[in-house]
């Protein structure tokens, strides 16, 4: 496709719930991110999958988060019995071969979910 | 410490002077330096990378780097409202696959 989309565009959802975000990168990107991030605040990473290895999970707040990739290309990530406190725009970016301190790879962000927990 | 620091703004500064966003960071291996522009409401777009110490120039924006001091700044150049919106530093650290982000500096470009 013509860049990353994501969908739904917006959820607004009850404390208590489950919720699934997804994410369809580039053709071709190898690499894939999930970022959330709160209001007035910088972006926080929580996860970063790149070709079939495992993904990188260390960002990821509690184990009521967990994502998955599936053929190397849509990405799902699914928040269980969401808090108010999961309430934020989560965004997805692609690159084509992922990161590593001399990465000079770009990533291209999608438009965002934004999650409302009531 | 924050792993990448920047001050929030909001930077005001008249339409066509030079607004200069600063950024530090503190993982000394990093050698990958990303600026990207979030409009309110909308995703970041990267601006400029920049990986060697010096200067990278790219229109009218200029992105600087200083190893040594842990230290990257944008420079824009005749600045225009069109400017305003939030910029973000980014840098890989810690010897993995994490791009860390600051919390953004706000620009405001007043006619």
């Known amino acids: 496709g013509a860049g990353v989309s994501q969908s739904p565009s917006n959820k607004v959802t009850e404390k208590g719930k489950d919720v699934e975000l997804r994410c369809d990168p580039i053709s071709g990107h190898t690499a894939l991110y999930w970022y959330r991030q709160s209001l007035g605040q910088g972006l926080e990473f929580l996860i970063y999958f790149q070709g079939n290895s495992a993904p990188d999970k260390s960002g990821l707040p509690s184990d009521r988060f967990s994502a998955e990739r599936t053929g190397g290309s849509v990405s799902t990530l699914t928040i269980q019995r969401t808090q108010q406190e999961d309430s934020a725009v989560y965004l997805c970016a692609s690159s084509w071969k992922g990161g590593g301190l001399s990465s000079t790879d770009t990533q291209y962000f999608g438009p965002g979910t934004r999650l409302t927990v009531l | 410490q924050k792993e990448v620091e920047q001050n929030s703004g909001p930077l005001s500064v008249p339409e066509g002077a030079i607004a200069s966003l600063n950024c530090t960071y503190s993982?000394?291996?990093?050698?990958?330096f990303f600026w990207y522009r979030q409009y309110s409401g909308k995703s970041p777009e990267l601006i400029m990378s920049?990986?060697?110490?010096g200067d990278k120039e790219d229109g009218r924006f200029t992105a600087q780097l200083n190893k040594a001091s842990q230290y990257v700044s944008l420079l824009i150049r005749d600045s225009q409202p069109s400017d305003s919106a939030t910029y973000l530093c980014a840098v890989f650290t810690g010897g993995g696959n994490k791009l860390t982000f600051g919390t953004g500096t706000q620009l405001k470009v007043e006619l």
């Open positions: 993982d000394r291996v990093s050698q990958s």
């Open positions: 920049i990986y060697s110490n």
